[in-house]
C-alpha cells in the first residue's frame, strides 16, 4: 500500500490550507482513514479519520470546526480541508490507512510539512 501526500505549505495565521492524499487502493478496504500530525519533538496526534463502514468522522478538538476531512471513492483520495490556520498548527502531517488489524495492517505517507507563521 502506497500513500503519497500533498499540499503541504507555508501560510500566514488565518489562512486555509488542503492537504490532499491519494492511496494506492481503495480507501473502502480500511477500516480506517485519516490524517495525523507531527508537532517538533512530540509524538504523533490524531488530527482526523473517518471511519470507513459509515462515513463517521472523528476530530482532535483543536481542530474541530476548522478542519474538514473528506474522501473521494472514485479516485481513491483523502483530503484534509484546513482554515483558519494557527501557529500551533505548524506540524508534518501524515495520510494514514488502517485496517484494523494492528501494525501489521497500518500505512503511512511520507508526511507533509505545514508552517503556520504569524
Known amino acids: 500500500v502506497q500513500l503519497v501526500e500533498s499540499g503541504g505549505g507555508l501560510v500566514q495565521v488565518g489562512d486555509s490550507l488542503r492537504l490532499s492524499c491519494t492511496v494506492s487502493?481503495?480507501?473502502?478496504?480500511?477500516?480506517?482513514v485519516g490524517w495525523y500530525r507531527r508537532h517538533q519533538g512530540t509524538e504523533r496526534e490524531l488530527v482526523a479519520r473517518?471511519?470507513?463502514?459509515?462515513?463517521?468522522?472523528d476530530y482532535n478538538d483543536s481542530v474541530k470546526g476548522r478542519f474538514t476531512i473528506s474522501r473521494d471513492n472514485a479516485k481513491n483520495t483523502l483530503s484534509l480541508q484546513m482554515s483558519s490556520l494557527r501557529p500551533e498548527d505548524t506540524a508534518v502531517y501524515y495520510c494514514?490507512?488502517?485496517?484494523?488489524?494492528?501494525?501489521?495492517?497500518?500505512?503511512w505517507g511520507q508526511g507533509t510539512q505545514v508552517t503556520v507563521s504569524s
Open positions: 473517518i471511519l470507513t463502514r459509515d462515513g463517521t468522522t
Open positions: 494514514n490507512a488502517d485496517r484494523g488489524w494492528g501494525p501489521l495492517g497500518n500505512w
Open positions: 487502493e481503495s480507501t473502502s478496504n480500511f477500516k480506517f
